[in-house]
């Protein structure tokens, strides 16, 4: 069991930076790949980015990709999603999120995660 709790988000301009981070219980952090992903009322949940168990390797969306940055410290049980150059669109809930995979493996669907944080909401005004 992994329980997970998202901190960081809020009300930024466009062009701003926030910094995501998820906490995680439990003695087995390193055991789960980790996502984000985000949500707008009324939209299916979607793909943000993800980390591998070790860190090595991480996958973005194309959306975000060269503006947000995935990273994970197993000795503190902790994930962070750091967000640059910040579009009106970024505007979500972001969830954190953990999956039982293999090494090195990457995972982007949302029923490949087991557990989910309660969310952090993302504002982005114009």
């Known amino acids: 069991q992994v329980q997970l709790v998202e901190s960081g988000g809020g009300l930024v301009q466009a062009g701003g930076s926030l910094r995501l981070s998820c906490a995680a219980s439990g003695r087995t952090f390193g055991s789960y790949g980790m996502g984000w992903f985000r949500q707008v009322p009324g939209q299916e949940r979607e793909f943000v980015a993800a980390i591998t168990r070790s860190g090595g390797s991480t996958w973005y969306a194309d959306s975000v990709k060269g503006r947000f940055t995935m990273s994970r410290d197993n000795a503190r049980n902790t994930v962070d999603l750091q967000m640059n150059s910040l579009k009106p669109e970024d505007t979500a809930v972001y969830y954190c999120?953990?999956?039982?995979?293999?090494?090195?493996?990457?995972?982007?669907?949302?029923?490949?995660?087991?557990?989910w944080g309660q969310g952090t909401q993302v504002t982005v005004s114009s």
């Open positions: 999120a953990a999956c039982r995979t293999e090494t090195g493996i990457i995972r982007t669907r949302t029923y490949d995660y087991d557990y």
